[in-house]
């Protein structure tokens, strides 16, 4: 049997049905909910979801909503290079139409009013981002950049020695000593 696209499934599916697997996609699968927010009774759940229609409905759905390779590596991309300050004006103060807009790059987003006695209250406001160093790790693994690092060692003649590093246990200072170290040896090689 070949699958439904979107739109032929909802040809195939009755406003009810639809309403169905619409509800369930959006409790996050939950069939209970699912069957009670359009009127069907408890145990028309699993029969609903047996229909080859609402099957592929849902299938269509979710492969509609997941992520390609290419958005992943996006936003990784976005995570690494974003900074707080994208999300400041000029008074400091946060927008929040890019903290909306942009939300997948915000870790932690708090105000806080703090009552003062003889004036206004004052307004607190933390904002952390996820971590960059972090996602430009991903990055890195993800396209294999750790994998095999060769280092030029200028004695005599130069030896080239292929090692493996776990960056992810290397502290941000080490993590510096070597991309100087590499640029050296860059330097060197050019040079030579």
């Known amino acids: 049997m070949t699958k439904l696209t979107v739109n032929e499934a909802n040809k195939v599916l009755s406003t009810k049905e639809q309403g169905f697997a619409d509800a369930y996609l959006k409790s996050n699968w939950n069939l209970a909910k699912a069957v009670q927010s359009v009127g069907y009774t408890p145990h028309a759940g699993r029969m609903l979801l047996a229909r080859p229609a609402v099957k592929d409905y849902i299938e269509q759905h979710l492969l509609e909503a997941s992520?390609?390779?290419?958005?992943?590596?996006?936003?990784?991309?976005?995570?690494?290079?974003?900074?707080?300050?994208?999300?400041?004006?000029?008074?400091?103060?946060v927008k929040l139409t890019e903290v909306r807009e942009r939300g997948y790059?915000?870790?932690?987003?708090?105000?806080?009013?703090?009552?003062?006695?003889?004036?206004?209250?004052?307004?607190?406001?933390?904002?952390?981002?996820?971590?960059?160093?972090?996602?430009?790790?991903?990055?890195?693994?993800?396209?294999?950049?750790?994998?095999?690092?060769?280092?030029?060692?200028?004695?005599?003649?130069?030896q080239v020695i292929n090692q493996r590093f776990d960056f992810t246990k290397v502290g941000e200072e080490e993590l510096l000593r070597i991309q100087r170290t590499l640029n050296e040896a860059k330097i060197e090689e050019t040079a030579a």
């Open 105 to 158: 790059l915000v870790k932690r987003y708090k105000v806080r009013n703090i009552p003062q006695e003889d004036g206004p209250d004052i307004v607190e406001t933390e904002l952390e981002l996820y971590d960059a160093l972090n996602a430009l790790t991903t990055i890195a693994k993800t396209l294999g950049l750790f994998t095999d690092i060769k280092m030029h060692i200028q004695n005599s003649t130069t």
């Open 67 to 93: 992520l390609s390779v290419q958005k992943v590596v996006a936003r990784l991309s976005e995570m690494a290079t974003s900074s707080v300050g994208d999300f400041l004006n000029e008074d400091g103060k």
